[in-house]
């Protein structure tokens, strides 16, 4: 006989077991209709249906490396961005979405393009020209975060255009 190939009388024995209605009968049923070949591997341990683990400790635990412990580069290694997160959460801070400041200087530059420095010290270049964009020293802007990872500044006059930051 053929190695897992199960006998006439094993599979009418089976179609037995599948007709039994509670789980638990029909598991053993099948259990001794077809009974397993011994192991030479310890058996994997048994998954409770408890509350599931933590994101941050089932990636530790993928790792190979506890949830309290920084995790080595050489564990790390091959791990996605969001399993190295988890692995070493950061401290939870609030993101920045926007940001104002009053304009400190204001620039063009020789494409036509406005170079605008603020009184938190940063500076900005405009990355589209637009005509309607007016702005003079102490103007309170609003810089805020767009689509795709580009920036907004919102002028007094209500206009708003595309900006990236320099410093």
């Known amino acids: ?33 077809f009974p397993r070949a011994s192991r030479t591997s310890p058996p994997r341990s048994a998954v409770t249906p408890a509350a599931p683990a933590a994101p941050a400790a089932a990636a530790a635990a993928a790792a190979g490396v506890a949830a309290d412990e920084p995790a ?14 988890a692995i070493e959460p950061k401290p939870a801070q609030a993101e920045l979405t926007t940001t104002t400041a009053a304009v400190k200087t204001v620039r063009r530059l020789p494409p036509g393009y406005l170079l605008i420095g603020l009184d938190n010290d940063q500076v900005w270049q405009q990355t589209e020209i637009d005509s309607r964009i007016w702005l003079k020293v102490g103007d309170q802007v609003t810089i805020r975060r767009a689509a795709l990872g580009s920036y907004l500044l919102d002028t007094p006059g209500h206009y708003s255009t595309r900006v990236r930051r320099l410093r």
Request: hydrophobic content about 45%.
């Open 1 to 33: 006989m053929v190695p897992g190939l199960a006998t006439a009388a094993a599979q009418s024995k089976g179609a037995e077991c599948a007709a039994i209605d509670d789980p638990t009968a029909r598991l053993a049923c099948f259990d001794a209709a």
């Open 72 to 85: 080595s580069e050489a564990r790390k290694f091959g791990l996605s961005v969001k399993q190295r997160q």
